[in-house]
């Protein structure tokens, strides 16, 4: 799965796309396909400030994000797969510069976006060719 990351902290030069595995859901995680995203703050200050996190190779940056939920763990019961959602991502896992990405699913930091707002609308800018 492709995603964008870095191997060593510092300038915009250091993003890279990164081939990685596809996340597999907990039971409290949604699995979903990345949409959109924005360029968070944060994610400039991660860049060029930290290395990866202890034991990695790699940070996969990104935490605003829009999509569609793939899959659900067997303990969600507020989502299901096909409800289109918009999020800010945890710290503590991947980010979603990627084409999937499992987060916790019970947590309120996902909605269900207005039917008036697009994926670009929510997320910022779109990510990810299809191509």
Known sequence: ???VGYYTRGDPETLVEIEVSMP???PRDLLVSVQAVSVNPIDVKR???EDPADGSTHRILGYDAAGVVAAVGSAVTLFKPG???FYAGAMDRP???AEMESL???CSKFTIPPSVLTSIAC???RKLSPN
């Open 83 to 85: 409800d289109e959602v």
């Open 24 to 26: 597999q859901p907990g």
């Open 47 to 49: 860049r060029r400030w």
């Open 95 to 97: 980010g979603t510069n």
């Open 123 to 125: 997320g910022g800018f």
């Open 1 to 3: 799965m492709k995603s």
């Open 104 to 106: 916790r699913g019970h």
